[in-house]
T-cell receptor, first 112, second 113 residues
Framework: GQSLEQPSEVTAVEGAIVQINCTYQTSGFYGLSWYQQHDGGAPTFLSYNALDGLEETGRFSSFLSRSDSYGYLLLQELQMKDSASYFC?????????????FGKGTTLSVSS | DSGVTQTPKHLITATGQRVTLRCSPRSGDLSVYWYQQSLDQGLQFLIQ???????AKGNILERFSAQQFPDLHSELNLSSLELGDSALYFCASSGTGLNQPQHFGDGTRLSIL
């Protein structure tokens, strides 16, 4: 089976940079995804890394090291609206059928 | 707006009852996934359908069942409801291929009294 570890809480101030780490154990690996979820809202797709390296999308970047079974989400120029839960997730399955297995989430609190 | 539509947004019912949650995927997406989110268990995968066929199954209880119809909308049926079934139920859809992201609907909040 799969398991993912990420910190439960992170706090930061507006304008700062924060990194949310994720380590995983999988029986098969098809990439690491990151989702954002505001209180009671829908998880929103942020990024996906299938290969090693850094993917940048605006203020958000995501990194993957498959040899270390490790990835992180980097949030820059933090804004109050970035206060939310962030989940890393790995795919389980194969071409026929897949599921996303989520970590327990990291609650990010941004203060002014 | 993800393009995934779930109804109803809220559902309140009693133990022992049966409910049906509905999901319409994004236009063009053939895969539909159901997830349960509770405070103690986090986001848990329940089941996936692709173009009407069941493709993957998670820790879905026998009291729960799902189907995907020819128009690609999906329904999740929950029966003999228990207090512990109170949760947010999300539907997601994706295009074909392992690299396609899943896009989530706004969820149905189910409360069992």
């Amino acid at each position: 089976g799969q398991s993912l570890e990420q910190p439960s809480e992170v706090t930061a101030v507006e304008g700062a940079i924060v990194q949310i780490n994720c380590t995983y154990q999988t029986s098969g690996f098809y990439g690491l995804s990151w989702y954002q979820q505001h209180d009671g809202g829908a998880p929103t797709f942020l990024s996906y890394n299938a290969l090693d390296g850094l993917e940048e999308t605006g203020r958000f970047s995501s990194f993957l090291s498959r040899s270390d079974s490790y990835g992180y989400l980097l949030l820059q120029e933090l804004q109050m609206k970035d206060s939310a839960s962030y989940f890393c997730a790995v795919r389980e399955g194969n071409q026929a059928g897949t599921a996303l297995i989520f970590g327990k989430g990291t609650t990010l609190s941004v203060s002014s | 707006d993800s393009g995934v539509t779930q109804t109803p947004k809220h559902l309140i019912t009693a133990t022992g009852q049966r409910v049906t949650l509905r999901c319409s995927p994004r236009s063009g997406d053939l895969s539909v996934y159901w997830y349960q989110q509770s405070l103690d268990q986090g986001l848990q995968f329940l089941i996936q359908y692709y173009n009407g066929e069941e493709r993957a199954k998670g820790n879905i209880l026998e009291r729960f069942s799902a189907q995907q119809f020819p128009d690609l909308h999906s329904e999740l049926n929950l029966s003999s409801l228990e207090l512990g079934d109170s949760a947010l139920y999300f539907c997601a859809s994706s295009g074909t291929g392992l690299n396609q992201p899943q896009h989530f609907g706004d969820g149905t909040r189910l409360s069992i009294l």
